[in-house]
T-cell receptor
């Protein structure tokens, strides 16, 4: 199925450490987006990276995209307790579609 | 900062009843979406809406579901005869352009519980 898969499923780190989450997908994409979801709440958009881009930064976030490996990673540097949330990748596959396919998510816990 | 707002935040309904979930997208956005997330599962696409018509829908979006933009600001999802398996968090989203070029902004969700 054309769905993203994140790993790890869960990640626990100490404040100040870096957190890396990975996402893999199966077919060609137009773009890949990362979202954050605090427990039981809405989805907050973090970064959009297009298929012709390899890296993007936003504050403490760094996203890479390797289309040859069909994978992306989200790096959060100098993590804070407030970064505790679930992180999802969502892919926009090729063709005339506006449908995002979400992955399974990584649950990040940042211990103070 | 502009945001997508959804009402109600929680809705409990009897099986077989009709529910309408309401959303106010960001004002200059042209594309609107509904997604749902069953507890513990992935976020799933339901439908996209552009230029006053459905542009894409998933297999989940069967005849029991409908969407409407009744005025210039609201975007609604109606479930005609709710089933237990419709219990989920429903998210509305909007984007300025199609997803190819711009990100979607999501609301806080409506938690629907069918009993």
């Amino acid at each position: 199925s054309q769905q993203g898969e994140e790993d790890p499923q869960a990640l626990s780190i100490q404040e100040g450490e870096n957190a890396t989450m990975n996402c893999s997908y199966k077919t060609s994409i137009n773009n890949l987006q990362w979202y954050r979801q605090n427990s039981g709440r809405g989805l907050v958009h973090l970064i959009l990276i297009r298929s012709n881009e390899r890296e993007k930064h936003s504050g403490r976030l760094r996203v890479t995209l390797d289309t040859s490996k069909k994978s992306s990673s989200l790096l959060i540097t100098a993590s804070r307790a407030a970064d505790t949330a679930s992180y999802f990748c969502a892919t926009l596959y090729g063709g005339a579609t506006n449908k995002l396919i979400f992955g399974t998510g990584t649950l990040l816990a940042v211990q103070p | 900062e502009p945001e997508v707002t959804q009402t109600p935040s929680h809705q409990v309904t009897q099986m077989g009843q009709e529910v309408i979930l309401r959303c106010v997208p960001i004002s200059n956005h042209l594309y609107f979406y509904w997604y749902r997330q069953i507890l513990g599962q992935k976020v799933e696409f339901l439908v996209s809406f552009y230029n006053n018509e459905i542009s894409e829908k998933s297999e989940i979006f069967d005849d029991q579901f409908s969407v409407e933009r009744p005025d210039g600001s609201n975007f609604t999802l109606k479930i005609r005869s709710t089933k237990l398996e419709d219990s989920a968090m429903y998210f509305c989203a909007s984007s300025e352009q199609g997803q190819l070029n711009t990100e979607a902004f999501f609301g806080q969700g409506t938690r629907l519980t069918v009993v």
